[in-house]
């Protein structure tokens, strides 16, 4: 488990997720956003902290605003994460690594969400 709480963080450094990730694959509701001209790349660090950068926004990441670079908390298991654990409108998806591949999988706001990015 991996917890963003101030001091109290702990942390599994084995945990898979952990590190730099491209989006290759950005399914939503079957459309891929990465042939329509998005980008998306998160880290996941073991400080229980998260950021991403968004160039191309199609999904509304950033708001208004076309690219946008942003980040919080997350919490993980070896099956899941939930980026802003404590906030009103936090995100709990399912993912696998395998190799250097990370496939993230759910449902957020009604659009079934499949993506795939590689290791950095």
Do not use: K, R
Request: charged share 15%; glycine share 10%.
């Amino acid at each position: 488990m991996v917890s963003g709480c101030g001091d109290d963080n702990i942390v599994d450094s084995n945990l898979a997720l952990l590190g730099s990730w491209n989006a290759t694959v950005l399914l939503v509701d079957g459309v891929d956003l990465i042939d329509d001209g998005m980008t998306l790349s998160f880290t996941f660090n073991a400080n229980g902290e998260y950021s991403y950068s968004v160039t191309g926004d199609l999904m509304e990441f950033c708001e208004a605003a076309a690219a946008c670079t942003d980040g919080g908390d997350f919490t993980a298991t070896s099956t899941q994460f939930t980026l802003d654990p404590d906030s009103f409108d936090s995100v709990v998806l399912a993912y696998s690594v395998t190799g250097g591949t990370l496939s993230v999988f759910g449902t957020v706001d009604g659009f079934d969400l499949d993506w795939t990015f590689q290791a950095n």
